[in-house]
């Protein structure tokens, strides 16, 4: 079952977007065909990866506004893996967003290669956003704010909101998981997926598969880290401790949601630990988990992951897209709530990963066959 397009608007042209559109790229009708390698899913509900189409985008950065968002994408401070150079024009200009709080002011400490500088273009007002969102026919708008950017993604959720769009929540400022917010959503009827994205291998969903390995074994679990270091600019945000609480939050309670028992705060540190610059977007995660076992006897495990940051969230996001416009193609609005949790760190409900897999699959299948059913 072949559809149209999905046109999508993005706040943040970062790391994260950059990989998604290099995905959008790499991800040809014939490569889907040849057997594909690095997607959950080729086809939702009659999508694949290249029909994602993006009509509107939004940044703050210098470097950025006022570029082609097919060559914005590969702008310093971006320093993703390149694995699609190949991309046309797509005649859309990243229009300058509303800063409030999306720069960190420690920024202004490290090199201009390395961080945000600021765009002296005049901001887009609130109705000019929702105006250009409006014009383009974007049906999905994608949040990428830094870490700790608590008024400007509000302020983006606000403008989907108000424009009609289906929202997809990257990062931990909650907002699927805010009631005040997700019920807003359920009430224009616009889908919503968040929040924070749980990427396709990294540090949260294996932390959280071990945890759970732990807990249908029978051990218990008396203590454990996650440290995570690396040198893109998310990290470098994340060295300002006042933006990190939500981070922390959405990390660390991502793993207690599948303990057997909470563990006691003093007992689990989950964190992003360092900003390494030549490390870019090559992200470590070290892992240690002690347990008693059989017999109360000590155990414990020590693991090392090491990914590039980027794509690995882009494998998510590829999907939340493409769950969002299958509720449109439904008529379905709110919290999607298998998506959301199988999909990020933070969604208003936890579940296992098992679970949210089986929720997610049905939601898939479910929502595929009413629509071919309708025709
Ligand atoms: N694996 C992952 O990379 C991963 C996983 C989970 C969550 N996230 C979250 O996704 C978010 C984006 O990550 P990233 O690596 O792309 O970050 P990034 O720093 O590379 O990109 C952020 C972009 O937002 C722009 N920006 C800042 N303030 C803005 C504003 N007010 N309006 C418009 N644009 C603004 C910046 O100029 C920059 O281009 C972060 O919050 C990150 O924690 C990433």
């Known amino acids: 079952m072949q559809k149209g397009k999905i046109r999508i608007a993005i706040a943040g042209i970062g790391n994260c977007a950059s990989a998604l559109i290099q995905g959008i790229h790499y991800y040809t009708p014939e490569r889907c065909r040849e057997g594909v390698v690095g997607l959950m899913h080729r086809e939702i509900g009659g999508y ?27 702008a310093k401070p971006n320093c993703t893996k390149i694995f699609q150079a190949d991309i046309p024009d797509s005649g859309v200009i990243v229009k300058m967003g509303q800063v409030l709080d999306g720069i ?13 500088v ?15 969102l409006k014009r383009t026919g974007a049906e999905v708008l994608l949040n990428y704010m830094p870490v700790g950017s608590e008024q400007a993604a509000r302020f983006y959720a606000e403008c989907a909101l108000e424009a009609g769009l ?11 998981s805010d009631k005040a917010f997700a019920d807003r959503f359920k009430a224009r009827n616009l889908p919503i997926v968040g929040d924070d994205i749980k990427s396709q291998v990294g540090a949260t969903i294996t932390h959280r598969v071990l945890t759970d390995l732990f807990a249908k074994r029978g051990v218990k679990l008396l203590r454990t880290y996650q440290l995570n270091t690396g040198g893109n600019t998310d990290f470098l945000n994340m060295k300002n401790q006042a933006r990190l609480v939500s981070k ?28 390494v610059p030549w490390q870019n977007d090559n992200k470590l995660c070290f892992i240690r988990m002690e347990g008693h076992l059989f017999g109360d006897v000590p155990m414990d495990i020590e693991l090392r992951l090491s990914v590039e940051d980027s794509p690995n969230s ?11 416009k299958l509720a449109l193609d439904n008529g379905i609005g709110g919290v999607l709530e298998g998506p959301s949790a199988y999909f990020c760190k933070h969604p208003p409900v936890q579940y296992t990963d098992d679970d949210a897999y089986q929720m997610t699959e049905t939601f898939i299948r479910g929502n595929t066959l009413k629509l071919a059913v309708a025709k």
């Open 166 to 176: 289906a929202f997809v929540n990257n990062m931990p400022v909650f907002i699927a």
């Open 118 to 132: 600021r765009s002296d273009a005049v901001e887009l007002t609130k109705a000019e956003i929702v105006a250009e």
């Open 248 to 275: 922390k939050t959405s990390k660390t309670e991502a793993v207690q949601a599948v303990a057997h028992k909470r563990i006691e705060d003093e007992n689990i540190h989950v964190g992003p630990s360092d900003y």
């Open 314 to 324: 882009a494998g998510v996001v590829i999907d939340m897209i493409r769950c969002c």
């Open 104 to 116: 960190s002011e420690h920024m202004a400490d490290y090199s201009e290669d390395r961080t945000f």
């Open 48 to 74: 694949l990866p290249c029909d994602i189409e993006v009509v509107a985008a939004f940044d703050v950065d210098a470097r950025k506004v006022g570029t082609d968002v097919h060559r914005a994408i590969f």
